[in-house]
């Protein structure tokens, strides 16, 4: 079994900051990409970055210069430093990763965390 723990999400004033952080645990032989994506109310999620092993990372064109994402492989863990936060930032942010548990690879999801940020 593979969990995707979030934490960090919050409410924050426009202009601001706020780090995103995602564990993963369990029967994992190896981390391959890790992401975020959002969900804002009424809109269909979407990507927000992603990471590859190699450390090779994409952005949405709409963080780009303000979002950073990066991962910290010995703790199994995905970043996100969220600057310059925006009212439309405001979404449920859930972690994702590409994990080989040993048999094959297969796609996780964290239970996703609220950010709200203010005007």
């Known amino acids: 079994q593979v969990q995707l723990v979030e934490s960090g999400g919050g409410l924050v004033q426009g202009g601001g900051s706020l780090r995103l952080s995602c564990a993963a645990s369990?029967?994992?032989?190896?981390?391959?990409?890790m992401g975020w994506y959002r969900q804002a109310p009424g809109k269909q999620r979407e990507l927000v970055a992603t990471?590859?092993?190699?450390?090779?990372?994409n952005y949405a064109d709409s963080v780009k210069g303000r979002f950073t994402i990066s991962r910290d492989n010995a703790r199994k863990t995905v970043f996100l430093q969220m600057n310059s936060l925006k009212p439309e930032d405001t979404a449920v942010y859930y972690c994702?990763?590409?994990?080989?548990?040993?048999?094959?690879?297969?796609?996780?999801w964290g239970q996703g965390t609220q950010v709200t940020v203010s005007s």
């Open positions: 990471i590859t092993s190699g450390d090779s990372t």
């Open positions: 994702y990763g590409n994990i080989n548990y040993g048999l094959g690879n297969s796609a996780y």
């Open positions: 369990g029967s994992i032989f190896r981390v391959n990409a």
